[in-house]
């Protein structure tokens, strides 16, 4: 559906040339969530501009549904950008207008029909959930309603792609997740591919299938979600997985405990999936000599499965607890022992 063969953006500077994105490889699916997600500067918006052709790549490609978008111009450019919608984390809303009028806009522009255009409109407000509130401007809607102006707004004209570029990011948590279960109501709904542009795993994991994380220009891991949750690769992709584990803040904690007590060993398991619902811990109670003491757990539910982090203390001898972690490694359980006696 969309592929970026080795896209690279150089800017030329006072200062000297800036590689804002380099040689980037992807493709993503038809109906496919897609997160982009990296920290300020990484070249996310640099790279969504060059998706809807508001950015040439100097070197490289982009595909979306068979049209060469990095080489069209002008009116053929216009019409593709129609199969595009895109949604902003300022809204971009036109403030003297209602929410009626808003959405109605992008058709105006396509030239439908007056009353087409009312029927869609009507429409896309129920779509949204948007209904009363029609004779509306934006500076009277919350920012969770004004996102869903921009959504029907992006929708208006039936796009195959939408594009979200920090949608999210001006929105307090549970507004977000009003968004974002949109977002996958409307996927679900109508087939839509959706791009995520975003520096928040929570945003990667409520709603992504698959995620690439960019670092300095470059993507430096592409995964489906679980994968990188289970398995994150470089250190940036870990940092971004400990932002929903709260592992740094653990691992603190976990500090303060091996200097109070000095006995058996830290272990931490990682869940997935069915995994996450097995009774392991009350196994190996049942089946090892050893006390185990639970330091820390959470389980966060991604788009394809559950995922879950558990912190144990095992205590007893050490050949109980080798043992009990020998026993861990046959299940399909993650674990990775912090400290030893
Ligand atoms: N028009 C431009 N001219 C020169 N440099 C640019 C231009 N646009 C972006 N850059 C540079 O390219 C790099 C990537 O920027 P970009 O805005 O794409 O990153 P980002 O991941 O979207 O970050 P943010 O979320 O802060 O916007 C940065 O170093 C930025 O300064």
Redesign the pocket.
């Known amino acids: 559906m969309i592929s970026l063969n080795n896209v690279t953006?150089v800017?030329?500077?006072k200062s000297g040339m800036?590689?804002?994105?380099d040689n980037v490889k992807i493709n993503i699916k038809e109906g496919e969530i897609f997160g982009i997600i990296?920290?300020?500067?990484?070249?996310?918006?640099?790279?969504?501009?060059m998706f809807n052709g508001l950015?040439r790549p100097t070197k490289g490609t982009i595909t979306i549904d068979g049209k060469e978008i990095s080489k069209i111009r002008g009116a053929e450019l216009r019409k593709a950008r129609q199969e595009i919608g895109m949604i902003f984390q300022h809204f971009n809303l036109l403030w003297s207008r209602t929410v009626r009028d808003n959405i109605s806009f992008p058709l105006e522009i396509a030239g439908v029909p007056k009353a087409k255009r009312k029927k869609r409109v009507e429409e896309l407000i129920k779509l949204v959930g948007l209904e009363g509130r029609e004779d509306a401007y934006p500076s009277q809607l919350s920012g969770g309603q004004k996102q869903r102006v921009g959504i029907a707004r992006a929708l208006a004209n039936n796009p195959k792609v939408l594009l979200c570029?920090?949608a999210t990011s001006a929105l307090d948590p549970e507004t977000t997740d009003s968004i974002l279960d949109l977002l996958l109501d409307i996927n679900k709904k109508m087939g839509l591919t959706i791009i995520l542009?975003t520096?928040e795993m929570h945003v990667i994991r409520k709603i992504a299938h698959r995620v690439a994380v960019?670092e300095n220009?470059k993507v430096v891991e592409v995964a489906p979600v679980m994968e990188i949750f289970k398995n994150p690769k470089t250190d940036i992709t870990k940092r971004f997985v400990q932002q929903i584990t709260d592992e740094e803040e653990t691992m603190e904690a976990v500090q303060h405990l091996l200097e109070k007590y000095s006995t058996g060993k830290i272990v931490k398991l990682t869940f997935i999936g069915e995994t996450a619902e097995q009774p392991i811990i009350s196994e190996l109670i049942k089946e090892q000599s050893i006390s185990i003491n639970i330091l820390q757990g959470k389980i966060s539910q991604t788009r394809t499965g559950s995922y879950g982090t558990l912190l144990i203390q095992l205590v007893g001898d050490t050949e109980h607890i080798d043992k009990a972690i020998e026993q861990l490694k046959k299940q399909q359980v993650g674990v990775e022992v912090i400290s030893h006696d």
């Open positions: 953006k800017f030329k500077t800036i590689t804002a994105v990296g920290y300020s500067g990484a070249g996310k918006s640099t790279l969504v501009r950015e570029d920090e542009i520096h960019m220009g």
